[in-house]
Protein backbone atom coordinates (compact mmCIF):
# COMPACT_ATOMS: atom_id res chain seq x y z
CA UNK A 1 0.00 0.00 0.00
CA UNK A 2 1.00 3.61 -0.63
CA UNK A 3 1.84 5.97 1.88
CA UNK A 4 1.16 9.85 1.47
CA UNK A 5 2.83 12.82 3.14
CA UNK A 6 -0.08 14.50 4.12
CA UNK A 7 -0.13 18.27 3.30
CA UNK A 8 1.14 20.61 6.21
CA UNK A 9 -2.17 22.13 8.49
CA UNK A 10 -2.85 25.85 6.95
CA UNK A 11 -2.29 25.04 3.61
CA UNK A 12 -5.35 24.96 0.89
CA UNK A 13 -5.54 21.05 1.39
CA UNK A 14 -7.50 21.91 4.55
CA UNK A 15 -10.63 22.53 1.71
CA UNK A 16 -10.41 18.70 0.72
CA UNK A 17 -13.00 17.57 2.68
CA UNK A 18 -15.64 20.22 1.40
CA UNK A 19 -13.96 19.42 -2.20
CA UNK A 20 -14.59 16.18 -1.79
CA UNK A 21 -18.16 16.87 -0.47
CA UNK A 22 -18.82 18.79 -3.43
CA UNK A 23 -17.08 16.37 -5.52
CA UNK A 24 -19.68 13.70 -4.00
CA UNK A 25 -22.74 15.85 -4.95
CA UNK A 26 -21.92 16.04 -8.51
CA UNK A 27 -21.10 12.28 -8.81
CA UNK A 28 -24.87 11.99 -7.21
CA UNK A 29 -22.89 9.23 -4.21
CA UNK A 30 -25.73 8.86 -1.59
CA UNK A 31 -24.09 9.68 2.28
CA UNK A 32 -23.94 6.09 2.66
CA UNK A 33 -22.45 5.49 -0.82
CA UNK A 34 -19.04 3.18 -0.03
CA UNK A 35 -17.01 5.15 -2.18
CA UNK A 36 -17.47 8.48 -0.60
CA UNK A 37 -14.84 8.16 1.72
CA UNK A 38 -11.97 7.72 -1.23
CA UNK A 39 -13.32 11.05 -2.46
CA UNK A 40 -10.83 13.02 -0.05
CA UNK A 41 -8.37 11.02 -0.89
CA UNK A 42 -8.49 11.73 -4.37
CA UNK A 43 -9.32 15.35 -3.31
CA UNK A 44 -5.86 15.45 -1.62
CA UNK A 45 -3.90 14.01 -4.64
CA UNK A 46 -5.40 16.16 -6.91
CA UNK A 47 -4.69 18.97 -5.18
CA UNK A 48 -0.94 17.42 -4.41
CA UNK A 49 -0.78 16.89 -8.25
CA UNK A 50 -1.38 20.65 -8.34
CA UNK A 51 0.52 21.74 -6.64
CA UNK A 52 3.41 20.03 -8.52
CA UNK A 53 2.52 21.19 -11.54
CA UNK A 54 2.32 25.09 -10.49
CA UNK A 55 6.03 24.45 -9.15
CA UNK A 56 5.25 27.60 -7.08
CA UNK A 57 8.29 30.05 -5.15
CA UNK A 58 8.34 30.65 -2.36
CA UNK A 59 6.66 34.06 -1.09
CA UNK A 60 4.43 35.84 1.47
CA UNK A 61 1.05 34.04 2.12
CA UNK A 62 2.41 30.44 1.27
CA UNK A 63 3.77 27.18 3.00
CA UNK A 64 6.25 24.67 2.46
CA UNK A 65 5.73 20.64 2.54
CA UNK A 66 7.48 17.71 1.90
CA UNK A 67 6.48 15.43 -0.81
CA UNK A 68 9.37 13.09 -0.31
CA UNK A 69 12.61 12.64 0.56
CA UNK A 70 15.11 16.01 -0.67
CA UNK A 71 11.58 17.10 -2.27
CA UNK A 72 9.27 20.01 -0.69
CA UNK A 73 6.60 21.80 -2.66
CA UNK A 74 5.24 25.30 -2.03
CA UNK A 75 1.68 26.03 -1.60
CA UNK A 76 -1.27 28.16 -1.33
CA UNK A 77 -1.83 29.23 2.29
CA UNK A 78 -5.24 28.09 3.81
CA UNK A 79 -7.98 30.51 2.17
CA UNK A 80 -5.20 31.85 -0.72
CA UNK A 81 -5.86 29.79 -3.41
CA UNK A 82 -7.24 31.54 -6.50
CA UNK A 83 -11.01 30.30 -7.44
CA UNK A 84 -9.91 28.50 -10.31
CA UNK A 85 -7.09 26.59 -8.59
CA UNK A 86 -10.23 25.34 -6.15
CA UNK A 87 -12.38 24.38 -9.55
CA UNK A 88 -9.39 22.62 -11.09
CA UNK A 89 -9.36 20.44 -7.49
CA UNK A 90 -12.90 19.68 -8.05
CA UNK A 91 -12.76 18.45 -11.59
CA UNK A 92 -10.03 16.54 -11.24
CA UNK A 93 -10.85 14.96 -7.96
CA UNK A 94 -13.99 13.90 -10.37
CA UNK A 95 -11.60 12.54 -13.12
CA UNK A 96 -9.71 10.78 -10.65
CA UNK A 97 -12.57 9.05 -9.22
CA UNK A 98 -14.28 8.40 -12.45
CA UNK A 99 -10.78 6.79 -14.19
CA UNK A 100 -11.45 3.48 -12.22
CA UNK A 101 -14.37 3.20 -14.85
CA UNK A 102 -11.97 3.03 -17.57
CA UNK A 103 -10.83 -0.08 -18.09
CA UNK A 104 -7.31 -0.51 -20.28
CA UNK A 105 -7.67 3.31 -20.53
CA UNK A 106 -10.68 2.85 -22.61
CA UNK A 107 -13.40 5.22 -21.02
CA UNK A 108 -16.16 3.15 -22.77
CA UNK A 109 -17.50 6.02 -25.08
CA UNK A 110 -16.19 6.31 -28.76
CA UNK A 111 -15.70 8.98 -30.78
CA UNK A 112 -17.27 10.45 -33.85
CA UNK A 113 -15.54 7.55 -36.25
CA UNK A 114 -16.18 5.22 -33.64
CA UNK A 115 -12.68 5.05 -32.38
CA UNK A 116 -12.47 3.93 -28.20
CA UNK A 117 -11.92 7.32 -26.26
CA UNK A 118 -8.84 6.86 -24.38
CA UNK A 119 -7.71 8.24 -20.78
CA UNK A 120 -4.90 10.30 -21.20
CA UNK A 121 -2.07 9.79 -19.62
CA UNK A 122 -1.75 13.32 -18.02
CA UNK A 123 -4.22 13.24 -15.06
CA UNK A 124 -3.86 17.01 -15.10
CA UNK A 125 -4.73 17.76 -19.27
CA UNK A 126 -8.38 18.01 -18.48
CA UNK A 127 -7.21 21.18 -16.00
CA UNK A 128 -4.11 22.07 -17.46
CA UNK A 129 -6.25 25.34 -18.72
CA UNK A 130 -7.23 26.32 -15.16
CA UNK A 131 -3.59 26.27 -13.74
CA UNK A 132 -1.70 28.07 -16.44
CA UNK A 133 -1.98 31.14 -15.25
CA UNK A 134 -0.74 30.36 -11.99
CA UNK A 135 2.54 27.93 -13.48
CA UNK A 136 5.43 29.88 -11.88
CA UNK A 137 8.04 27.12 -12.47
CA UNK A 138 9.20 25.83 -15.03
CA UNK A 139 9.68 22.51 -16.67
CA UNK A 140 8.75 20.31 -19.15
CA UNK A 141 4.95 19.93 -19.69
Do not use: C
Not at 38 to 59: C, F, T
Not at 88 to 115: D, W
Amino acid sequence: MTSFVAATAGTWHDQAPAVAEQAANLLRLESTHPDRPALEVHARAAMRAIDQRLDLQPATGRMRYPLGPGWDAVTYASGQAPEELQSAALQLTQELYERRKALFGVTGAASPTGEPVRVSRDQLAGVEYLLLPYVEGFGIA
